[in-house]
């Protein structure tokens, strides 16, 4: 594509510019850009759209040194394993709002002080958010998670590193080894989109390790579970975004939330020394590779295969000895000095700065003896890459592979007059949050997690092993994305009964269009869903007006309080009494046994679908005909 061929041109300086630009467009007030800003920097952090997701604003007076709070929730994986949920606590600095370490030092201080109780100066947001926190705390299982962030402009200095630093010994000491601490900045998304393509900015890391040279690229031996961890180290200390290093790799996603695999985890803890002999070791992928003795200088490293076995070392070993102490305790003392005799086998593959094909290969082939299924690969094989061709070329529409794509393209569309021009783009990961949720029927996880929906996760694969997304299907999300945003679903929804309703409104129009062709016997597979989407969406029409006002007094109606058929007369919800997490849930819609509520209200309005107004065509007949 037009902009992987020629990103690198693209300075940090323009990008910058673009991304800003709808932060600071109309005016804002001091706090709704603060808002602007945090949300979409985090947004494009975790790859999500921040617009649609439940985050909480509390920055301001009484705040405890939070300014935005957000949950993920994690997924189950194929193994079995579960992913933690992971609360991010923000603090945002936008532009003069940061002033170096001591203000990395004093928020620090005031987070930890309010997470141990000891602030009470909390206004009602804050205390509300703030129990919840103490609350995750107390009852954290082994793979939860509470990461402090730091969001700026521009990257800490070396200084603010070690600011951040001690603000997150100071955090484990007293909150428990679930505490850690991240930083981010506008550069972390342009890196992530680049992968430093300038040479100026090559990222270059030393691993001391015994290895012997196979060929020209192939270096093959062992590294120290130590001196792998001070690698890892280094490359986050140099970076600042550690999952930088599984770029490339398509597990990466697995060992998001803190993802620990307790095999990997228990031999590190009980017999270090014997690491090597029970894992399979870890493939490293580096544009060059310079040896000096059992020094390794390595260019633009990838861990390609290994994302749980590092991932897993770097926790452990985080946990048990960056733990701020000036000195380790006697059983301490004698794990480390086990662990410094533990070794992971490992391969150094040197693939020069065009080796892009050569390294898909290597991750694919790495990974093949493992559970990642062939699906799993799609990023690798190019498949998104070949859907943005066609969304190209067939719909003009910009697809968004990476958040922070877009003000990447449009920057590009401004240096080259002569190139492809798009005036729309949507997001693929967006994407496959619409069909999840209307096609796959997923309106409740939809709306409650991100991890099931990235390469990994469970309906990830469900949508890759129908074989049924491609460009149609993304055109027609991109269709139903568009009419939603039109009614103004989500944040800044007219009515409230769209605030959090939108992926809910997904699956009760295709629901209906699925019912639509079932009675005019037509097939109604996911291809089918998906052609009369596109039919009846690709232009307003009397008869598409008709189907979205049928699907929005569902909605409408579903939300009132007071009605008969209402989501406040669920059985679930007044079990729980939990608005959210009812519409969070995994069993929404999925028939009379969980939600008989709202199967009733979809009933009678498919019911409606039939009815002739004032002599004219029924919106069945309507839609029947178009098909």
């Not at 590092?310 to 662990?339: N, Y």
């Not at 070949?386 to 569309?413: C, F, P, V």
């Not at 109604?524 to 052609?531: R, S, V």
């Amino acid at each position: 594509m037009e902009l992987e061929a020629t990103l690198n041109t693209i300075s940090y300086e323009d990008f910058k510019t673009e991304w800003l630009k709808d932060i600071i467009s109309g005016n804002p007030s001091t706090t709704e850009l603060g808002h602007r800003f945090s949300r979409k920097l985090l947004g494009d952090w975790l790859d999500f759209n921040a617009e649609t997701e439940d985050i909480i604003f509390c920055d301001g007076a009484g705040d405890g040194g939070i300014d935005v709070a957000f949950l993920v929730l994690g997924d189950i994986l194929e193994d079995g394993n579960q992913q933690g949920n992971t609360w991010y606590i923000v603090q945002s600095k936008h532009g003069s709002a940061f002033s170096g370490p001591s203000t990395i030092l004093i928020e620090g201080q005031k987070v930890i002080d309010n997470l141990r109780g000891h602030n009470t100066n909390l206004s009602s947001v804050g205390e509300s958010l703030s129990t919840r926190l103490r609350n995750f705390i107390l009852n954290a299982g082994p793979n939860d998670q509470l990461r402090l962030v730091y969001a700026t402009h521009e990257p800490l200095s070396e200084q603010e590193k070690r600011a951040a630093e001690d603000i997150r010994t100071l955090g484990r000491t007293h909150l428990g080894d679930l505490f850690d601490v991240e930083s981010i900045s506008i550069q972390t998304i342009f890196n992530r989109l680049t992968e430093l393509q300038s040479d100026v900015n090559k990222t270059q890391v030393s691993l001391n390790a015994r290895l012997v040279e196979s060929g020209d690229d192939l270096y093959v031996g062992s590294v120290t579970l130590l001196d792998l961890f001070k690698f890892l180290k280094a490359y986050k200390n140099a970076t600042g975004d550690l999952d930088q290093l599984y770029e490339k790799n398509v597990r990466k996603y697995l060992g998001g939330g803190r993802v620990v695999n307790k095999g990997i985890a228990n031999t590190l803890k009980s017999s270090p020394e014997k690491f090597g002999l029970f894992n399979n070791g870890i493939t490293i992928v580096a544009e060059d590779v310079e040896a000096k003795n059992d020094l390794y200088l390595i260019r633009e490293p990838y861990i390609v295969n290994g994302c749980q076995t590092t991932k897993t070392i770097w926790q452990v070993l985080l946990e048990r000895l960056d733990v701020g102490s000036s000195t380790l305790s006697a059983e301490t003392e004698h794990w480390r000095d086990r662990l410094t005799r533990g070794i992971v086998i490992v391969k150094l593959v040197k693939v020069g700065k065009d080796g892009e094909a050569q390294l898909i290969d290597i991750t694919r082939f790495t990974n093949s003896q493992n559970s990642v299924s062939r699906q799993d690969f799609i990023s690798l094989e190019g498949n998104f890459r070949a859907l943005a061709t066609s969304m190209s070329r067939d719909y003009n529409i910009y697809l968004e592979i990476h958040r922070g794509g877009w003000e990447s393209q449009k920057m590009l569309q401004k240096q080259n007059l002569n190139g492809i021009k798009y005036s729309e783009y949507v997001n693929a990961f967006d994407m496959l949050k619409i069909y999840g949720a209307a096609w796959m029927s997923e309106p409740g996880i939809a709306f409650g997690k991100n991890p099931p929906f990235a390469p990994g996760g469970t309906i990830f694969k469900r949508i890759m092993d129908s074989n049924s997304f491609g460009s149609e299907e993304v055109y027609a999300c991109y269709l139903l994305q568009k009419l939603a945003n039109k009614i103004k679903f989500g944040r800044g929804a007219e009515k409230p009964s769209r605030g959090q309703t939108r992926y809910l409104f997904y699956y009760v129009l295709v629901d209906l269009i699925k019912d639509i062709l079932i009675n005019a016997n037509k097939p109604y597979g996911l291809k089918d869903i998906t052609a009369a989407v596109n039919k009846i969406y690709k232009s307003e029409s009397e008869a598409s007006n008709g189907l979205t006002a049928i699907a929005l007094n569902v909605i409408d109606n579903y939300l009132a309080d007071g009605s008969n058929d209402s989501l406040f007369t669920e059985p679930e919800y007044n079990r729980t009494k939990d608005f959210n997490n009812f519409l969070k849930w995994d069993k929404l819609g999925k028939g009379r046994e969980y939600t008989p509520k709202f199967e009733q209200l979809l009933f009678s309005n498919k019911f409606l679908l039939g009815q002739s107004l004032a002599g004219q065509k029924s919106v069945r007949n309507q839609i029947i005909e178009m098909l």
